[in-house]
């Protein structure tokens, strides 16, 4: 079957069939990350790849924010499992034309979201290529129970953390070519894309205090990203159009697009999560320890009912292309 067919998300589940199994691999394929045991315990681990002309273009992001975004996305994956990062492995394909400067200056965006996230990085590899092609490899500490794309129940609430929708609103400014005013007004929506925040300490929270049910962080798009939670949790979701978190930013310059980012837009890394209705008061209190707004958009609904978004009276709207996919046009 074609992939254009098939889907990255078909792919991956053919992958999942196919592979091999052993001892010890307590989650494997299908979660943002594997949960896997050894002598000494147990360790979560998750690997993101990142390739110029594909994930990023070189003209309107520097190695610096790119270092930074290339470890963020690999620790998001880890915060949606509730986990704490520990080591990182990082590989490179670098083009010819590159200098030691360019590629300094690359590490020197990596290494500081490192520290600051006490993270190590411990090996990897470089080699030439024809376009810059970025590896990384995560490794990181579980809390008691990692947290599932599939514990959600009938009646949970649904949440996600910080805003939506900034950083594809941004990456389609940006692509439009803007003048040095419009750039620094927009200045907010870009570096939520070029250096996202992932969401460590509130997963972390939320999964050992037990208040998650299910987790994912949002990479593919709000939609695509609840679709996984709901398949993996055989639920549907009622998400409600007016509580959409969207920053002041966002609502200045989205115009005629509404909330199409917001819902399909990608890149947000943000968490999305599922709770139940008694947690609220919980929930509500841990903003301050996590240093992120927690807004609750929904809720879980029986599967048949599939996702619906509802406008201020409780009506369906249309809902706009799904999210993200490597390989579908």
């Known amino acids: 079957m074609k992939l254009s067919r098939l889907g990255e998300f078909g792919l991956i589940e053919r992958i999942r069939r196919s592979a091999p199994t052993r001892r010890g691999v307590r989650v494997g394929i299908g979660d943002d990350a594997a949960w896997v045991s050894h002598g000494s315990g147990s360790s979560l681990i998750t690997a993101d790849l990142l390739i ?30 509730g986990g704490t990062p520990a080591y990182a492995v990082l590989s490179l394909g670098i083009p010819r034309h590159f200098d030691s400067k360019q590629i300094d200056e690359f590490y020197r965006g990596f ?34 129970r990692p947290v599932r794309r599939s514990g959600a129940k ?6 996600v953390t910080g805003t939506l929708g900034d950083s594809a609103l941004g990456l389609k400014l940006v692509r439009q070519k803007p003048s040095r005013a419009k750039r620094i007004s927009i200045a907010q929506l870009l570096a939520r ?23 994912i962080d949002i990479s593919d798009g709000l939609l695509q990203d609840l679709g996984h939670i709901c398949k993996a949790s055989n639920t549907g979701a009622a998400i409600w159009h ?5 920053s002041r930013a966002y609502r ?11 819902l399909c837009g990608g890149e947000d890394y943000e968490l999305l999560f599922c709770a139940r209705r008694r947690a609220r008061a919980q929930i509500e209190k841990l903003q301050a320890l996590a240093r992120v707004k927690f807004t609750r958009i929904g809720s879980c609904v029986p599967a048949n009912q599939r996702i619906t978004i509802l406008d201020h009276g409780g009506n369906p709207l249309p809902l706009p292309i799904k999210g993200h996919d490597h390989f579908k046009k």
């Open 242 to 246: 007016e509580q959409l978190p969207l």
């Open 193 to 215: 894309h070029h250096q996202p925040a992932p969401r460590l300490a509130a997963g972390a929270l939320l999964a050992r205090r037990h208040l998650a049910t299910a987790m």
């Open 154 to 159: 009938v009646g949970d609430d649904v949440y």
């Open 111 to 144: 290494n500081a979201l490192a520290k600051k996230s006490d993270v190590a990085l411990i090996g990897g590899d470089t080699n030439m290529a024809k376009s810059l092609i970025i590896s990384v490899c995560v490794i990181g500490h579980p809390p008691l």
């Open 52 to 81: 110029e002309g594909i994930h990023f273009d070189l003209n309107w992001t520097s190695l610096f924010a790119l270092g930074h975004k290339s470890l963020a996305v690999n620790l998001s994956d880890i915060a949606a499992m």
């Open 252 to 262: 200045k310059f989205a115009a005629k697009d509404g909330t199409v980012w917001a």
